[in-house]
């Protein structure tokens, strides 16, 4: 058996792929607010491998002032059908550019346009102002691609620890915490 957990991981991921259906790679997202309380908020993690989990925000969004004042995070999966919870910290880092543009590509259209027409925290008005900013935007990009917003990126959590939560009967759950030092990973055992 591996003692990486990020490989792991990896396992358990596509096993989620394939029997957890389209939101298999949803995630809660975990920041520090500005007064240090917590903050939590659904994601959704479009790339994991040996270097963290990345999503993708807005870069003027709640969360992402947050991580730019603390860029401390945590991530939180579930996933019924496996009965596997998965618990990651660590810190944030932003993505290069060329990741995020190539990400952005692939959304689809309504995705993008979505990401020019809301300032993604701020208030709005009515529902009515973000169809009709939507549909401005939706109108300038008529004739072509629809180019990644300057404020659109992604950020990848860089690990620090990974739990792995298995749920067995009698509540007796398997929780197996790796936690990463100068020499590797080092593991042990948690009571459920
Ligand atoms: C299943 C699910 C997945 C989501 N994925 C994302 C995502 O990948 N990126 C994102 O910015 N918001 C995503 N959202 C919306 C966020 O949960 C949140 O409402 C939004 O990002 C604003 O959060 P903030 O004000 O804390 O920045 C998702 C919501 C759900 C329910």
Redesign the pocket.
Known sequence: MTHDPLLIFDEIFSRARSIEGP?YN?AALATVSVDSGP?V????VKNADARGFV????LL????RELAADSRAALCFWWPRLSIQIRVEGIVEPVDESEADEYFATRPRESQIGAWASQ??EPLASYEVLLRSAGEVSRRFANGIVPRPPHWSGSRVLPRSIEFWHERPGRLHERRLYVKTDDGWESSLLQP
């Open positions: 939101l949803a903050s908020r659904m994601v959704l999503f993708f925000t807005n969004s709640r969360k992402a993604q925290s």
